[in-house]
């Protein structure tokens, strides 16, 4: 059992779809939204749990920049990105779950000619 160089390569790791990751580990993972999708970071918080109707594993993930007793929140395994025990070097910066959601979506739409069609 070797060491690569990516991250995920080291098999000492657990595997993300599985969802073993102990308690303390840091993780970057993905949020959808139905606008866009954003990797946040966070730590695990506890056990993971496994639907046994849809064979989804959970797992809890507090945000990274959220208060020891706050409740962490349920992420699918498969959307664990990356995953580092700690003292590891920290992941690669990513946007923090409350910075994600007071980000706002300007989107600029064409003006339009009055038949309705684009002006430019």
Same mark, same amino acid.
Do not use: C
């Given at each position: 059992?070797?060491?690569?160089?990516?991250?995920?390569?080291?098999?000492?790791?657990?595997?993300?779809?599985?969802?073993?990751?102990?308690?303390?580990?840091?993780?970057?993972?993905?949020?959808?939204?139905?606008?866009?999708?954003?990797?946040?970071?966070?730590?695990?918080?506890?056990?993971?749990?496994?639907?046994?109707?849809?064979?989804?594993?959970?797992?809890?993930?507090?945000?990274?920049?959220?208060? @020891?007793?706050?409740? /962490?929140? *349920?992420? #699918? +395994?498969? %959307?664990?990105?990356? &995953? =580092? @025990?700690?003292?590891? /070097?920290? *992941?690669? #910066? +990513?946007? %923090?779950?409350?910075? &994600? =959601?007071?980000?706002?979506?300007?989107?600029?739409?064409? +003006?339009?000619?009055?038949?309705?069609?684009?002006?430019?």
């Amino acid at each position: 059992m070797g060491t690569g160089d990516g991250p995920g390569t080291d098999r000492h790791w657990p595997a993300r779809h599985g969802g073993g990751y102990p308690p303390g580990w840091q993780v970057r993972y993905r949020r959808r939204s139905a606008v866009a999708a954003h990797d946040l970071f966070g730590t695990i918080a506890g056990p993971s749990l496994r639907d046994e109707h849809t064979s989804t594993t959970w797992v809890p993930v507090r945000p990274r920049t959220a208060a @020891p007793d706050t409740p /962490p929140n *349920l992420v #699918r +395994a498969q %959307d664990i990105l990356d &995953a =580092r @025990p700690p003292g590891e /070097p920290a *992941l690669e #910066r +990513a946007v %923090d779950d409350g910075e &994600a =959601r007071r980000r706002k979506v300007v989107v600029e739409l064409w +003006a339009r000619k009055p038949d309705g069609h684009p002006a430019g």
